[in-house]
């Protein structure tokens, strides 16, 4: 049974960075792309970046790109991303995901870890 956990998140202020950890456990992810997503009050969740677990290929969303960067750990079973510059529309609930390369769906969802940033 796949199980992702995030952990990393708080409150910062703006310009400020943080880093969100996801510890995925239940099977092997050479197959999959692991991803982050986030959720703000009030508005649909929303697609940060992705990668690749065993090429490390990556992906990001376009306002993400440059203050964002993910990677992963395949030792530690690890995801990461690393926000700096943080502002204040980047409060959110961060949530970490995983599907099949070869699907489109995202199949395993994390509990989430709440990202405040205060002006």
């Known amino acids: 049974q796949v199980q992702l956990v995030e952990s990393g998140g708080g409150l910062v202020q703006t310009g400020e960075s943080l880093r969100l950890s996801c510890a995925a456990s239940g099977r092997t992810f050479s197959d999959y792309r692991m991803g982050w997503f986030r959720q703000a009050p009030g508005k649909e969740r929303e697609f940060v970046a992705a990668i690749n677990w065993k090429r490390g290929s990556t992906d990001y969303a376009d306002s993400m790109k440059g203050r964002f960067t993910i990677s992963r750990d395949n030792a530690k079973n690890t995801l990461y991303l690393q926000m700096n510059s943080l502002k204040p529309e980047d409060t959110a609930v961060y949530y970490c995901?995983?599907?099949?390369?070869?699907?489109?769906?995202?199949?395993?969802w994390g509990q989430g870890t709440q990202v405040t940033v205060s002006s």
């Open positions: 995901a995983a599907r099949r390369i070869i699907t489109t769906m995202w199949d395993y």
